[in-house]
């Protein structure tokens, strides 16, 4: 549970994301907010991740201030991490005043064993983005069944071509068009895999994995 009440930004991008490997809806302030969880979602290192997970507390002067971190990380194989997530453009016209503050904040999470990063809109690459955006619109696939039976046809096809994989599922456009959400949701889940780097196209080379 977030530990700061979520507030309406009238300033930017405001919502709910639904987090598949939380199993929920999560609260996003920012599109760079919800930019971040959508790249966790797709990071295979990622199990689980948390929004305004816990509170701490920095000084400047002679006052204390309390501060909640933006979003709590947790790996299959590295320590858990906390993120900070801000534009460059405000890290760089806060610097000096940023620095101060979480160069405190980042010892105090070493006490606990959290590693401590600043997210921002550079670490994303806009063609994998967008790919992730198209096919995070399939999210919602529930029909176990189908996603069983279009997995299992594709081990039998094997790694091919999107338009190639299509026509050996079916000559027919309208059965092919059934089988292309779950061909996209078994991309989500990691049972296909492509290269996220390149726009998809329908000559997009999807791997099956085991």
């Known amino acids: 549970m977030p530990v700061r009440k979520p507030k309406k930004n009238y300033r930017s991008l ?5 987090s598949l490997k939380n199993k929920k809806g999560i609260f996003f302030e920012s599109k760079l907010e919800r930019d971040l969880f959508l790249t966790l979602e797709f990071n295979k290192n990622v199990t689980e991740y948390e929004e305004q997970p816990l509170s701490l507390k920095y000084t400047k002067g002679n006052r204390t201030y309390p501060y909640t971190p933006d979003c709590l990380v947790h ?24 620095k101060y503050k ?43 069944s189908m996603i069983n039976e279009t997995y299992q046809k594709l081990q039998l096809i094997g790694s091919s071509s999107y338009t190639e994989i299509l026509s050996k599922l079916s000559l027919d456009r309208y059965k092919q068009a059934v089988y292309i959400p779950y061909i996209w949701y078994l991309v989500l889940i990691g049972k296909l895999t492509i290269n996220m780097h390149k726009p998809i196209t329908l000559q997009t080379y999807i791997k099956v994995l085991p």
Do not use: H, R
């Open 14 to 18: 405001t919502g709910m994301f639904y």
């Open 75 to 98: 790996y299959i194989k590295d320590a858990p991490c906390v993120l900070e997530v801000k534009y460059s453009e405000e890290i760089e016209a806060n610097k000096e005043v940023f």
């Open 102 to 144: 979480f160069d405190q904040i980042a010892y105090e999470l070493k006490k606990k064993k959290y590693l401590f990063k600043m997210f921002t809109e550079k670490d994303i690459d806009d063609t994998a983005l967008g790919n992730m955006n198209f096919i995070y619109n399939y999210v919602t696939i529930k029909d176990q």
